[in-house]
């Protein structure tokens, strides 16, 4: 069936690069999706890569996908404290209804 | 525009006792869903609307209700509430025609049940 993985969590030191990894199942899936929460909130739409794509770039933002694999990563420049939250993973699947990973946490650490 | 609004943001509940979650979006969305989310288990999909007038059920939908009277509002109910059911509910909509999919999160409800 469709599942979406990726760790719990990840500590980085502030201004370092951060890596959170998310591996998926479902090879049709048009979008893949990096969404943030921060403490107390609900989830926002961090980017986004259409699955013919290899790579997005958006400022601090590198999303890479390997559709061989079916991995996808999210790489965030130059970490701030600003940065800590919980980064959730989603492939698109049927019906408009997104599968999600369990979340990562990104601790920043000074 | 205000997005996707909860109502309430914290509630605390007996067991056996009923509550309605409320989820309101002005963007013209066609679908909506309500999530729960629960510490390392991500969001858990309990149903879901493709338009006015029509429910679905998500991956855990028992003990829930939905209905979706008015395109703009989708409503979340829990008819006996149990210790289980103690979670963060999350609304979301989406769909615009030709949009990537993006599904809008409301703030959450923060639910106790006792």
């Known amino acids: 069936g469709e599942d979406v993985e990726q760790s719990l969590f990840l500590s980085v030191r502030e201004g370092d690069s951060s890596v959170i990894n998310c591996t998926y199942t479902?090879?049709?899936?048009?979008?893949l999706y990096w969404y943030k929460q921060e403490p107390g909130a609900g989830l926002q739409l961090l980017t986004y890569i259409f699955s013919n794509m290899d790579m997005k770039q958006d400022q601090r933002l590198t999303v890479l996908l390997n559709k061989k694999d079916k991995h996808l990563s999210l790489r965030i420049a130059d970490t701030q404290t600003g940065d800590s939250a919980i980064y959730f993973c989603?492939?698109?699947?049927?019906?408009?209804?997104?599968?999600w990973g369990a979340g990562t946490k990104l601790i920043i650490k000074p | 525009n205000a997005g996707v609004t909860q109502t309430p943001k914290f509630r605390v509940l007996k067991t056996g006792q009923s509550m309605t979650l409320l989820c309101a979006q002005d963007m013209n969305h066609e679908y909506m869903y309500w999530y729960r989310q629960d510490p390392g288990m991500g969001l858990r999909l309990i149903h879901y609307s493709v338009g006015e007038g029509t429910t679905a059920k998500g991956e855990v939908p028992d003990g829930y209700n939905v209905s979706r009277l008015k395109k703009q509002n989708f409503l979340l109910g829990l008819e006996s509430a149990a210790p289980s059911q103690t979670s963060v509910y999350f609304c979301?909509?989406?769909?615009?025609?030709?949009?990537?999919?993006?599904?809008?999160f409301g703030p959450g409800t923060r639910l106790t049940v006792l």
């Open positions: 989603a492939e698109s699947g049927s019906n408009y209804q997104l599968i």
């Open positions: 479902d090879s049709s899936s048009t979008y």
């Open positions: 979301a909509s989406s769909y615009r025609l030709g949009s990537n999919n993006e599904q809008f």
